[in-house]
Nanobody
Framework: QVQLVESGGGLVQAGGSLRLSCAAS????????MGWYRQAPGKQRELVAT???????NYADSVKGRFTISRDNAKKTIYLQMNSLKPEDTAVYYC?????????????WGQGTQVTVSS
């Protein structure tokens, strides 16, 4: 079992920045991929960014150039630096972990952290 705890959400004005953190614990030896999803009210869940144990990253087109995913292996933590935030970035952001990126949606999930961007 892998436990994930997100933090760093909050309220920010459009154009501002936030950094989300996701700390992993438990059976993390099986984890080679982690990522961030988000879900806004009335919208489908969206995969925002992923990072592998080798450091490869991928981003949704909607956040490319604004968001950066990174990891600190010593702290067993991944981060999502969000810059130039827009009201449409408002959502609950979830951290996920799995053996591969293709299995993230079926892997371990955190409880979510709310990000609200005001116009």
């Amino acid at each position: 079992q892998v436990q994930l705890v997100e933090s760093g959400g909050g309220l920010v004005q459009a154009g501002g920045s936030l950094r989300l953190s996701c700390a992993a614990s438990g059976s993390i030896f099986s984890i080679n991929a982690m990522g961030w999803y988000r879900q806004a009210p009335g919208k489908q869940r969206e995969l925002v960014a992923t990072i592998t144990s080798g450091g490869s990253t991928n981003y949704a087109d909607s956040v490319k150039g604004r968001f950066t995913i990174s990891r600190d292996n010593a702290k067993k933590t991944i981060y999502l630096q969000m810059n130039s935030l827009k009201p449409e970035d408002t959502a609950v952001y979830y951290c996920a972990a799995a053996p591969t990126t293709t299995r993230l949606d079926r892997g371990s999930w955190g409880q979510g952290t709310q990000v609200t961007v005001s116009s």
